[in-house]
Structure formats: C-alpha cells, structure tokens
C-alpha cells in the first residue's frame, strides 16, 4: 500500500523528490511474456533502469523502477496487465563488502522493516539499491542522518 508523505521536509530533506514510483504488475510465467514487455516499453521510448520477477507458480511479480512511471503504467495498463505504483527508495550504496551493512544497521535500529530489496551496480564505484520500507519518511530521516545519500527520479534518469 502506498506510503503517504505527511510533511514535505524533514531535517532538510525534501521528502516528495526522494520518493520514486516503482512499477509493479503481475505477468503470466510463460516464453515469451517478458519479451512483450520490453517490446511495449521500447516502442514508447521507455527505459527500464532496474527490475526484479519474483517468481510465484503460474505467474510472477515484476518490479520495476523506469525513466518515466506515469507512461509506464500506461503502457503496461493498456496491454492489459494489472498494474500498481509503489512508493520506493533508491539508495546510494558503497560497492564494498559491509555496503549493505551498514543501510540494513541504520534502518535495523530505529526499527524500520526492509520488506523487500533489490539493487544494481553502475559505471561509478557505487551500487544503487531499491528499497520498500515499513516507514518511508522514517527511512528517509535516519537515512538522510546517517550520511547516506538517496536518489530520485532525476537521478534514476541519468544512470
């Protein structure tokens, strides 16, 4: 379910730009379905900059953070999959052993949940991490605390 943003800044942070829409949709396990997919999101000139399919009998989940969300939804809503928004961080993460270590320690201890995650690596010496969190303007403050540097939109359209 959809985090709302009750306030706008919080020790300095604006709240709103460090969210970013992840796509999510339920696709048939089959050859092929994929392929689909990323056919309809190349002839509308969408790029896909991060993805994980969960896989769950028949049918799998796709997450996805794109360059443009609200196209997205509409593609996707158009070949006729059910599709949802979800509000998620992006999370610049030392490519190093402990990177993930040391988000999972500063979340842990102010008692927010990860519930689930997955990340990337890029050109930089950096990896980038998606992140669904119980508290999301909680995860952002102690994130934000800590050091830790969150991604937006912008910054996703430029990977």
């Known amino acids: 379910m959809p985090q709302d943003i009750t306030s706008n800044r919080i020790a300095g942070v604006n709240m709103e730009e460090k969210i970013i829409k992840q796509i999510s949709l339920f696709a048939e396990n089959k050859p092929g379905r994929l392929a689909n997919i990323a056919a309809n999101f190349r002839k509308a000139g969408i790029n896909i900059r991060a993805f994980t399919i969960a896989e769950a009998g028949d049918f799998g989940i796709i997450r996805m953070v794109v360059d443009r969300p609200d196209a997205a ?3 996707l809503h158009d070949a006729g999959f059910t599709v949802s ?7 610049e993460m030392e490519d190093v052993p402990g990177g993930l270590g040391k988000i999972a320690d500063v ?4 008692d927010i949940n990860i519930d689930y995650a997955y990340a990337f690596v890029t050109k930089t010496e950096k990896a980038l991490l998606i992140l669904r969190v119980s508290d999301i303007e909680a995860a952002i403050e102690v994130l934000h605390g800590a050091g830790i540097k969150l991604i937006d939109m912008a910054d996703i359209q430029e990977i």
């Open 85 to 91: 928004e979800t509000s998620v961080l992006g999370i």
């Open 73 to 75: 939804h509409e593609v």
């Open 107 to 110: 979340l842990g201890d102010r």
